[in-house]
């Protein structure tokens, strides 16, 4: 593998892909060798468009369960089964009518042009006691278990409780075995035989995880995870974790203690990056870019700021050591970043947008 780039030397830019999508909060591919690119539209579609942006199709529409009435609410997350292909099977995360977070599974038809709204089965539910911090996130890891990222319950200052509590799925993300026509959990899950936990987290104390991936390379686990009112922080899991971590929320924000002059922070797994409100106001968690169009991203993790249109990149420095710079002030509003089926990187931009990240002189 290449050694990783000096940060302070790349130079990024936006390269426009497709248009004229309605808040479009996510982009994904489906593995299948097709190279498509899937855009979640937050109201509640789903639309499919060739690997160059072209040729937009719906390929799901589930507009009549979806609420979205609130700024963190709606379609907000998708994962294609890893033998879509063969199986025709999809995930998605969403809000209902009532507010409450449904995580199901949709089966596509023989061609895999299109799913069928009616072919629903739900998963997963959790009640929603606000209409923020709803998480959003799923996607396979390399283990072949589907991961869920689920926030604290919204409000402010974890008003839940939620954030160190293992009795909820709420504030954590989750791992579940979704091969079968249920979710079944894991047996070597961190909590599976722990009384009062809740056997579907993997890991807890996150306040609202806007985007998590996993390294296609070396398997490793990324969590980006929005701040309250001053830091925005990145997390790292590395690959052959068997879960658990706790990332802190509401004892630390970022690297610090939460409305606190000290804090006890035994036990906690700190943040690799993080930034504070000066610079944005809700990160962006996106991917380690593998692809091999843009050798000089090799490697970099790259995140952004919802608000401000900042992208920084991250990379190993030496063991244990990261370096994080700012590589573009772009006016671009980042709801996710996605990963195309060859790796490249994609940015998807909540006015309607979807560029693709590219090295500039590249």
């Known amino acids: ?72 609410q709606g379609l907000l997350g998708l994962a294609f089964d890893p033998a879509f292909a063969g199986n025709g099977r999809l995930f998605v995360y969403y809000t209902d009518k009532d507010g409450d977070t449904v995580i199901a599974r949709f089966a596509a038809n023989a061609e895999r042009t299109a799913a069928d709204p009616a072919s629903e089965t739900v998963l997963l539910t959790a009640e929603q ?3 923020n911090h709803n998480g959003g996130m799923l996607a396979f890891g390399p283990d072949g278990y589907l991961y869920a990222g689920l926030g604290d319950g919204g409000g402010a200052n974890d008003r839940y409780g939620h954030g160190q509590n293992l009795g909820t799925i709420l504030g954590a993300v989750l791992r579940i075995d979704a091969s079968g026509d249920g979710a079944v959990v894991p047996a070597d899950n961190p909590f599976a035989d ?15 995880p806007w985007r998590f991936s996993f390294d296609r390379l070396t398997g490793d686990l990324w969590i980006a995870d929005v701040g309250q009112n001053q830091w925005e922080e990145a997390n790292i899991q590395p690959a052959g974790s068997r879960g658990g971590e706790n ?12 409305q606190a002059d000290t804090c006890d922070q035994s036990g906690l797994v700190l943040p690799v990056a993080e930034y504070s409100h000066d610079l944005g106001c809700s990160v962006t968690g996106g991917y380690v870019y593998r692809g091999a169009e843009q050798p000089a991203l090799y490697g970099v993790y790259f995140y952004g700021d919802y608000c401000t249109g900042r992208i920084w990149g991250l990379a190993p420095s030496g063991p244990g050591q990261w370096q994080s710079g700012e590589l573009l002030d772009s006016d671009v509003q980042i709801s996710s970043f996605g990963e195309t089926e060859s790796g490249e990187l994609l940015i998807v931009d909540y006015s309607g947008n979807l560029f693709r990240l590219s090295s500039k002189g590249s």
Request: glycine share 12%; net charge negative.
């Open 247 to 258: 990332y802190g929320w509401p004892i630390m924000e970022g690297t610090h203690c939460f």
């Open 1 to 72: 593998t290449p050694e990783p780039p000096d940060i302070s030397s790349l130079q990024v830019t936006l390269e426009p892909l497709a248009n004229d999508f309605d808040q479009p909060v996510f982009a994904t591919h489906a593995g299948d060798g097709s190279g498509r690119i899937f855009v979640l539209e937050k109201a509640g579609r789903i639309v499919a468009l060739a690997e160059d942006g072209g040729n937009p199709q719906t390929f799901l529409d589930m507009r009549d369960r979806v609420g979205s009435g609130s700024s963190e």
């Open 129 to 131: 006691p606000a209409a």
């Open 194 to 208: 722990q009384e009062g936990a809740r056997p579907e987290i993997w890991a807890y104390g996150l306040r609202n």
